[in-house]
């Protein structure tokens, strides 16, 4: 194969991962709790150099030009987001470590000892007046892994930074807070819900806290992501005419030893 349209495609696939990645952080800069995706990439060295120089009459020229670039899975940024006062009873945000935990439905796709976590404090009460996800329906556990039922109207409802919750004066029950074991074990599941592979879980570092009438906005930044998008799609129409160029190279190479042949 061509060697610079070798490198040029793999520019062109490398942006185009890219390209997904950043566009679908932007189609979330406003979904509570969400956490922003973060693809690593790293030089690729040349296939010669990556099997030990294999081929003992490579061009070391080429070998010199790199292999690409490669990309690695994707992450997920943790780091805290701004939480925004709404003054809704049920509107809930963590200040520090942790997650909520989900209950799964009873068809749900995965292994039966996932566990479903979720930063979206958006909850509401479902017609059993247990404690759910507003935007999913799924019900939020308490410490003893079971749903959370409320007793009266929602705006007597108090909320500590423990998780506990008091209605009337009285506890009726505490949210289950965790963390993975294994921070590599998560993954996304949907738009505002996170999947801890094996279910290992660990609790809440002590100084992780719930504020009541509060949401925990997006990690992503519109405007930044956007100018990434935009540098994204010219180094992507970059890369198509970098190919451009090396087939028309190519074809007139193919002309000109039509003619001497």
């Known amino acids: 194969m061509n060697y610079g349209f070798h490198l040029s495609t793999a520019g062109l696939v490398t942006g185009m991962r890219r390209l997904d990645t950043v566009a679908n952080n ?3 800069a406003m979904t509570i709790g969400y956490k922003a995706d973060v693809l690593t990439l790293e030089a690729r060295r040349p296939e010669n150099l990556e099997n030990g120089g294999l081929y003992p009459d490579t061009n070391q020229a080429l070998d010199a030009l790199g292999g690409g670039t490669l990309f690695r899975p994707t992450s997920i ?5 701004v939480l925004r006062d709404t003054g809704r009873p049920l509107d809930l945000a963590i200040e520090g470590e942790g997650f909520f935990v989900l209950e799964k439905a009873a068809n749900a796709a995965g292994p039966s000892n996932d566990v479903l976590v979720t930063r979206a404090g958006a909850l509401t009460r479902d017609a059993q007046s247990r404690l759910v996800l507003a935007t999913s329906g799924a019900a939020v556990l308490g410490i003893d892994g079971n749903p959370i039922t409320l007793e009266g109207q929602s705006a007597d409802l ?5 998780g506990s919750i008091f209605q009337g004066g009285e506890e009726i029950g505490r949210l289950q807070l965790v963390m993975p074991a294994d921070l590599a074990t998560l993954r996304k599941e949907g738009r505002d819900a996170l999947r801890i592979a094996g279910g290992k879980t660990v609790p809440a570092p002590e100084g992780t806290a719930i504020r009541q009438r509060a949401l925990e906005e997006s990690t992503v930044d519109s405007v930044a992501t956007l100018a990434e998008l935009m540098r994204i799609s010219r180094g992507i129409d970059f890369s198509m005419r970098l190919m451009q160029y090396q087939d ?3 074809g007139r190479m193919v002309e000109a030893f039509g003619r001497f042949a």
């Open 77 to 81: 940024d943790l780091t805290q987001g």
């Open 248 to 250: 028309q190279m190519t």
């Open 26 to 28: 932007l189609s979330n």
């Open 158 to 162: 108090l909320i500590d930074a423990s």
